[in-house]
Nanobody, 116 residues
Framework: QVQLVESGGGLVQAGGSLRLSCAAS????????MGWYRHQAPGKQRELVAIITPGGSTNYADSVKGRFTISRDNDKNTVYLQMNSLKPEDTAVYYCRTASGITDYWGQGTQVTVSS
């Protein structure tokens, strides 16, 4: 069983920065990819923001490239999302996700609100 707990969301003005954290329980953290997703509004699908492999390779949605950075600390079982140059359209609930076998694990989400 894996539990994911996000933190670090909040209200920030456009152009500002936030760092999200996702702490993972369980022993699989070092061997699984970790991803950040966001849900921007009712009726919209949850979208992938960034993903990081166990080896540290990363991939980003086009909308956040150059502004967001995903990283992981395997000693702390934690994955981070550094968000810079935030825009109002980045407003969303941000979720941490991983998978093991056929099981998906999601955190409870953390709200990020960017004011114009």
């Amino acid at each position: 069983q894996v539990q994911l707990v996000e933190s670090g969301g909040g209200l920030v003005q456009a152009g500002g920065s936030l760092r999200l954290s996702c702490a993972a329980s369980g022993s699989i953290f070092r061997i699984v990819a970790m991803g950040w997703y966001r849900h921007q509004a009712p009726g919209k699908q949850r979208e992938l923001v960034a993903i990081i492999t166990p080896g540290g390779s990363t991939n980003y949605a086009d909308s956040v490239k150059g502004r967001f950075t995903i990283s992981r600390d395997n000693d702390k079982n934690t994955v981070y999302l550094q968000m810079n140059s935030l825009k109002p359209e980045d407003t969303a609930v941000y979720y941490c996700r991983t998978a093991s076998g056929i099981t998906d694990y999601w955190g409870q989400g953390t709200q990020v609100t960017v004011s114009s």
